[in-house]
């Protein structure tokens, strides 16, 4: 009669195999489960996102610009266009919150691999320059103006490739936030202390173009302030 095998009988080699089937199945029991409830998470989002101004509508905004519709690259202008209407700091942690519900990822960590340093400076910089908290005190105008001075550094040390330029639509969407002549003014002073060059001297060098001409033009055609 056939003697009924028990734990005791196994070779210590059945064991460890034994041990590593066990193992994989409940490792594999835990990934499909976590799997499940982020794909839950990101569908309750997701249904967040169909009414405008909300955080999650912000994320998804984002995450289509950084897919650009299946071209190479990131669609820059979209994403610029949407951090600018985040009113605030507190809205844009909100707005990460949701992205990362959306798409188990880390928005900064996706900025960072998806833009240019210049590029991502810019982006940061229009978020330090909002309120604290919606529908709250707007930051100094010193600060406004330290960081649309940053901004226009930014635009002017953009790089195609190995090839240095400049990024029109970041400085003309600078040009188009100060209300007045005296607020340019303003920055060109906070210009010159953080970089230690004038503004109008570094517009004139990077109008490669004539684009020069154009850029005063949006600002003269505001009131003086």
Do not use: C, H
């Not at 001075?149 to 090839?163: E, I, N, T, V």
């Amino acid at each position: 009669m056939k003697k009924e095998t028990t734990n005791n009988d196994l070779t210590l080699k059945e064991k460890i195999l034994y041990s590593f089937i066990g193992l994989g199945i409940v490792g594999g029991g835990v990934f499909f489960g976590r799997k499940l409830v982020l794909k839950k998470v990101a569908n309750r989002e997701e249904k967040k996102s169909f009414e405008d101004g909300t955080p999650a509508t912000y994320a998804k905004q984002i995450k289509m610009a950084f897919d650009n519709d299946g071209w190479w690259g990131t669609d820059v202008t979209k994403l610029r266009t949407t951090l600018r209407e985040i009113p605030s700091k507190q809205a844009f942690l909100k707005t990460q919150e949701s992205y990362t519900k959306l798409y188990n990822s880390n928005l900064i960590t996706d900025m960072t691999d998806e833009l240019q340093s210049t590029e991502y400076n810019e982006m940061m910089q229009i978020i330090a320059e909002k309120p604290d908290k919606t529908g709250g005190k707007p930051v100094s105008t010193t600060i406004q103006f330290v960081g649309w001075a940053k901004r226009l550094k930014a635009a002017f040390d953009k790089s195609y490739g190995f090839l240095p330029g400049t990024d029109d639509e970041a400085l003309v969407a600078v040009l188009n936030e100060m209300p007045t002549q005296k607020s340019f003014v303003y920055t060109m002073v906070a210009y010159q202390k953080l970089f230690g060059t004038n503004m109008i001297e570094d517009m004139q060098a990077e109008s490669e173009f004539g684009q020069y001409g154009d850029w005063m033009k949006i600002i003269l055609s505001k009131p003086k302030g």
